[in-house]
């Protein structure tokens, strides 16, 4: 625990998996005989800081989760909240099930987490309001205009690709969610940056990969080869 501080570890499921084609939702899919977010329930599951875990589906599929939840017999308590018609939306749905100090927001497709990010994000809860796992990026990032003409480059040094787990006091992160509901975000480190809340990237590593197509489900399955040996 952080000085008595909760947390509730958020997982999210209820994406279309359009670019993942298959019409499956990805995060459903197998690899190495485990569905792909029963990597991530796991990694909660076992993580000492967590204290409650949310699942954010979309109602057709909450018996599928309800599936994969029962085969895996977890004794941390887990419920299952009905996502909203994006990202943001299922995000404001589950931080409102909860009553916890702080919450950590995961993508299921992303199922190589590691232990330490978890413990990371939670930690800068003892100086941030908000933090976030990301990577510095390897290639020159091109802002361009609508035409695709590169108004911008950014500096490579500075630039990075964010990835989840992301954390956050809860109570700021619901009354962001509040404050900018009118206003579409991609993720909600976003949020705080409109509010010009302090963000803190922690360094993590190139495997946390998200699976967005079918060809990242051969990679991921076999990084977690490597990872599980």
């Known amino acids: 625990m952080i000085e008595g501080k909760t947390v509730t570890a958020v997982i999210l499921v209820a994406g279309n998996s359009t670019r993942y084609g298959q019409n499956k939702n990805k995060n ?5 005989g485990k569905s792909v977010m029963s990597y991530s329930l796991h990694a909660f599951h076992e993580n000492t800081y967590i204290d ?60 190589a ?3 330490k990010y978890i413990n990371q994000c939670i930690e800068c809860m003892r100086e941030f309001k908000g933090a976030t796992i990301g990577v510095p990026s390897k290639d020159t990032i091109k802002i361009t205009d609508e035409n695709n003409i590169i108004v911008q480059s950014t500096q490579r040094s500075n630039t990075w690709i964010i990835q989840t787990p992301q954390c956050f006091d809860r ?7 509040e404050k900018y509901k009118q206003e579409q975000v991609t993720d ?9 809340d302090k963000v803190k990237v922690i360094e993590g590593d190139y495997t946390n990969i998200k699976i967005t197509t079918y060809e990242d489900k051969e990679i991921m399955g076999n990084l977690l080869t490597k990872l599980y040996e």
């Open 188 to 196: 909600d480190c976003m949020l705080l940056e409109k509010n010009k």
């Open 113 to 115: 987490l590691k232990q």
């Open 28 to 32: 459903f899919e197998s690899i190495h």
């Open 52 to 111: 409650h875990i949310i699942i954010g589906a979309k109602e057709e599929e909450i018996s599928t989760v309800k599936d994969i939840i029962q085969k895996e017999k977890l004794l941390k308590p887990i419920d299952i909240v009905i996502g909203g018609n994006s990202r943001q939306e299922t995000v404001y749905h589950c931080i409102q099930e909860t009553q916890a100090d702080i919450v950590i927001i995961h993508d299921g497709a992303r199922p």
């Open 171 to 177: 109570k700021n992160l619901l009354a962001m969610h």
